[in-house]
């Protein structure tokens, strides 16, 4: 599962010679990837409705756009870009305690083109989704194990001791 790189920065506007012209300043990068933190956040908050699961195969149906761009128009309509935002939002505020930017905040900051955040966004659901299963059932494995323990066991066969 790699982690995501989210560049945030201020948007400047300036006038220069009569015009008006901008320019990014403050810029600040933030590692970003979906935890369990993360996602009990956004359904705490609100800002995620259902289960990014949902969202899993709405990606799916979009996967091929590169081979079939006659399907691009149609597999857009199945992402709102404020969503894919909310999850980024997600991404950066779950993995980092210290984030302390609102949703309005962090969308002020985020200026990223619209092929980039899907990207983005693309990228930390397929991460979520492909976390390897088997490290669950090992885990609950490995805690549910009886353990041995030093010594004489508590209980004696009858018949042992005669």
Do not use: W
């Not at 590692?31 to 933190?37: E, G, H, I, K, R």
């Not at 149609?74 to 709102?80: F, G, K, M």
């Amino acid at each position: 599962m790699a982690i995501q790189i989210i560049t945030l920065k201020e948007l400047d506007v300036y006038e220069e010679n009569g015009s008006f012209k901008e320019r990014y300043i403050n810029e600040k990068k933030i590692p970003a990837m979906l935890t369990n933190y993360s996602l009990k956040m956004g359904k705490d908050t609100g800002l995620t409705q259902g289960s990014l699961l949902g969202d899993v195969i709405k990606l799916q149906a979009i996967q091929d756009i590169e081979e079939n761009p006659e399907k691009a128009a149609e597999a857009l309509t199945y992402l709102d870009e404020v969503e894919c935002l909310k999850v980024i939002y997600l991404a950066c505020s779950g993995l980092n305690k210290s984030f302390d930017l609102s949703f309005d905040l962090f969308v002020s900051k985020y200026h990223e083109d619209t092929q980039t955040t899907l990207q983005t966004y693309a990228t930390l659901i397929k991460d979520l989704v492909q976390k390897d299963p088997n490290q669950f059932a090992k885990g609950l494995n490995e805690s549910t194990k009886k353990k041995k323990k030093k010594g004489k066991p508590k209980h004696q066969n009858y018949r042992s001791n005669q």
